[in-house]
């Protein structure tokens, strides 16, 4: 990449990749793909408190992941892809990088399997 490409990331990238650096919050992530769920829904696997779980659901819902309503009684969480859609799109940015990363080590692995058939055997 060249320094001239740099593009500013946007402003709540560090809080998407610090939510999602998390396993249970990925979890929650996950099972918030398949449809809203109550924070007793959402805890029912998990061996973690309901209170856990609510933090867990602010650390989503401030990186913007998460979107909470106010259902009569419930507050049922729901997935906010897009918001993911942005860290994607910043690691996009290096699909490049490693593409060509990979060409020239399967050039270099060619180069040697080639070398490799070209030796006589020492038997």
Not at 41 to 70: C, M, N, T, W, Y
Not at 72 to 79: C, D, G, N, T, V
Not at 83 to 89: F, P, R, T, W
Request: glycine share 2%; net charge negative; aromatic share 6%.
């Amino acid at each position: 990449m060249e320094p001239n490409s740099y593009t500013k990331p946007p402003a709540n990238l560090d809080a998407i990749f610090s939510a999602l650096a998390d396993p249970t919050r990925r979890d929650i992530l996950s099972r918030l793909a398949h449809g809203e769920a109550s924070v007793n829904e959402i805890a029912e696997p998990f061996q973690i408190s309901q209170p856990a779980i609510s933090r867990h659901l602010k650390v989503l819902e401030r990186a913007g992941l998460v979107e909470r309503d106010i259902d009569q009684q419930r507050r049922p969480a729901k997935l906010k892809a897009d918001q993911m859609a942005l860290a994607v799109d910043w690691l996009n940015d290096f699909k490049k990088f490693w593409g060509d990363s990979f060409d020239q080590l399967d050039a270099v692995l060619v180069t040697l399997k080639q070398n490799q058939s070209k030796e006589p055997d020492h038997k």
